[in-house]
């Protein structure tokens, strides 16, 4: 018989008989906190990825910019080959190179009344330009701007009209000096006879007005011009800067940072390069040899050059025409030869070797270096002094 049927005291009651695996707690509509265990997992923390350290990565990483660097300047021929083409070197900047425009009104203010009208004619005296106050009593302006005058006078910056006297003018440098008196003038200081740099700045500073003064600021572009400033013979050893002269701003001043006196301004007669000056280099030797004799004097060895500059990478000065008794004559210089340079400087074309014979003066010795039939010759000339009479023929003549 059955154990159910027996009805023993053993026997399981339905309720308790196992049914199958328990219920899912979720099936049921509330779980007991101790049935949570059993069905929700415990995340557990990924393993750590074996990463290398940050400073190898650094230096790995410098390592590579090097190679690429190396690579870089081989391709461009930096490094490797001499016959690449080299690396341009950097652009170094002078401190008083870039145009701080501030400065030119600042130089203006100290140059200004340094800088006056000169007025010239006959019974009835008009402006021509300006002039420079460089001693208490001189004054210093350009010779053509005198060119024909029967009476000079100048008016300063607070209107005083002084009557001046004409110590001299040189027509080779288109250099004037005025002699005033009473005037209680301020002097503008002249500043040093070494050249102006190319790129270096500089202020100009006129008056044509009376109490008005005009002001320009630039750089120097250039030196050794040569040309015709009006007085018949070809200037020679002008700067030329980027600033617009007219042709009444001539004898005005060209200052440099320092507010010193660089040069006169002035300007050509015909078509030609603006923005002229004459170095100051050249001012201080007029002016000196006017005061002491009343004179001037310049080197001159007696040849005409081509205006072209010689047909060579170099260029160079090739003579044309050697005058006959002059000191190129008789130093053995001859048409076509080629001075390549003169007094140690090299020369390029006819402007630089007439700026470096006029420099001079009389009886001074002058080294000169000159190329005939593929040869180099070296040969040293005793200069004379110009003939104003033959310079006027041959304005260019060195």
Known sequence: MPAEEAGGDDAPE???ASGGPPPNPLDRPWVHPSELSSFVSTPTAPPRETRPREWSIGIGSAVAAVIATVLVLVAFGALGGRHRSPLPPPVVTHPDDPIDYSVAERVATVVAPSVVVVRAGGSTTKPV????????DRIVTTAH????ATNVDVVTRT????PAKVVGADAET?????????GDLQLAPLGSPNG?????????????????YQVGIDVVSDNNILVD???????????????RVTPDMAGGALVDRNATVVGILTHPAAAGPDGLAIPVSIVRDVVDQLESSGKVAHGWIGVICTADDADRP???????????????????LAAGDVVVRAGGEAIGGRPDLVSVVRTLRPDDPLDLQYVRGGHTHNVTVTVGAGDLRLLGAWPAMG
Do not use: C
């Open 229 to 243: 400033t009006g007085t018949g013979i070809d200037v020679a050893g002008l700067v030329e800067t980027g600033l």
């Open 159 to 162: 209107g005083a009209v002084l």
């Open 314 to 332: 170099q260029g160079g000065a090739q003579i044309q025409v050697v005058m006959d008794g002059s000191p190129a004559k008789k130093a053995g």
């Open 145 to 148: 701007d005198l060119s024909g």
């Open 14 to 16: 339905p309720d308790d």
């Open 174 to 182: 288109d250099v004037a000096l005025l002699a005033v008196t009473g």
């Open 196 to 212: 102006l740099r190319v790129g270096q700045t500089v202020v100009a500073v006129t008056a044509t007005r009376g109490g008005y």
């Open 129 to 136: 330009g300006s002039g420079i106050v460089v001693r208490s």
